[in-house]
T-cell receptor, first 116, second 117 residues
Framework: AQTVTQSQPEMSVQEAETVTLSCTYD???????LFWYKQPPSRQMILVIR??????QNATENRFSVNFQKAAKSFSLKISDSQLGDAAMYFC?????????????FGTGTRLTIIP | EAGVAQSPRYKIIEKRQSVAFWCNPI?????LYWYQQILGQGPKLLIQ????????DSQLPKDRFSAERLKGVDSTLKIQPAKLEDSAVYLC???????????????FGAGTRLSVL
C-alpha cells in the first residue's frame, strides 16, 4: 500500500521569505501523480501544484515550486515570497494513474504560519 | 463554474443517532469521492463512485456507513448509528473521471464538520 509521510507538523516563516515543506512517499509503482493541497480554516482543500512522475521537470505555479526526487521518493514544496494568505495546513498527496481508481492518499499535513 | 457543494456545514448529534450529508459535484464530473478527515490527520477515502457505480468502498465501515449516488449526480453519505469516533470533517470531491482530461485532479467541497457527543 502507498504511504505518504510529512515529518514537519508545523513550520513558520517570515513574510516575504522562502520556506520548504517536506514530503516522502512509498510506492512500488513507476508512474503516479503527486500533489500539494492547501487547507485554510475554511476547510476547503485547494490544489496548489501537481507533478506527474514520468516528467523529470519540476512543476512550478507562480510562487510555488516542487523538488521532485523520484529515486529518493521525495516531493518537497517551496513557497517563495511568502504572503499572509499562504497560512494554512498543507497536505502532500499521492494518486495512482489508473483510470477509475484515482484515489488520493494524504500525509498528515504541515501547519504553515506566516510571521508578519 | 460552480464548485462542489456540501451541506450542512456543521452537525452536532448524540451517539447512536443517525445523520446524513449531501454533496453536489461540479457539473459534468463523473467521479465522486467521500473522504473522512479526523482532527490532526489527512483525509482518508471512504468511498469512490464512477457515475452511479461504486469503484472503491474498501475503507467504508459498512456496518454503520452507507452512501449512494442516484442518477450519477448528487450523493448522500449516511451514518447510522453514530459513534464518538465518527467525529470528523466529511469532505466530498469530484473529478472529470476521464484520465487524460482530468489529469487526476480532484476538486473539493468545504466539508461538513460532525461532532458526536
Amino acid at each position: 500500500a502507498q504511504t505518504v509521510t510529512q515529518s514537519q507538523p508545523e513550520m513558520s516563516v517570515q513574510e516575504a521569505e522562502t520556506v520548504t515543506l517536506s514530503c516522502t512517499y512509498d510506492t512500488s509503482e513507476s508512474d503516479y501523480y503527486l500533489f500539494w493541497y492547501k487547507q485554510p480554516p475554511s476547510r476547503q482543500m485547494i490544489l496548489v501544484i501537481r507533478q506527474e512522475a514520468y516528467k523529470q521537470q519540476n512543476a512550478t505555479e507562480n510562487r510555488f515550486s516542487v523538488n521532485f526526487q523520484k529515486a529518493a521518493k521525495s516531493f518537497s514544496l517551496k513557497i517563495s515570497d511568502s504572503q499572509l494568505g499562504d497560512a494554512a495546513m498543507y497536505f502532500c498527496a499521492y494518486s495512482p494513474p489508473r483510470f477509475g481508481n484515482e484515489k488520493l492518499t494524504f500525509g498528515t499535513g504541515t501547519r504553515l504560519t506566516i510571521i508578519p | 463554474e460552480a464548485g462542489v457543494a456540501q451541506s450542512p456545514r456543521y452537525k452536532i448529534i448524540e451517539k447512536r443517532q443517525s445523520v446524513a450529508f449531501w454533496c453536489n459535484p461540479i457539473s459534468g464530473h463523473a467521479t465522486l469521492y467521500w473522504y473522512q478527515q479526523i482532527l490532526g490527520q489527512g483525509p482518508k477515502l471512504l468511498i469512490q463512485f464512477q457515475n452511479n457505480g461504486v469503484v472503491d468502498d474498501s475503507q467504508l465501515p459498512k456496518d454503520r456507513f452507507s452512501a449512494e449516488r442516484l442518477k450519477g449526480v448528487d450523493s448522500t453519505l449516511k451514518i447510522q448509528p453514530a459513534k464518538l469516533e465518527d467525529s470528523a470533517v466529511y469532505l466530498c470531491a469530484s473529478s472529470l473521471g476521464q484520465l487524460q482530461l482530468a489529469k487526476n485532479i480532484q476538486y473539493f467541497g468545504a466539508g461538513t464538520r460532525l461532532s458526536v457527543l
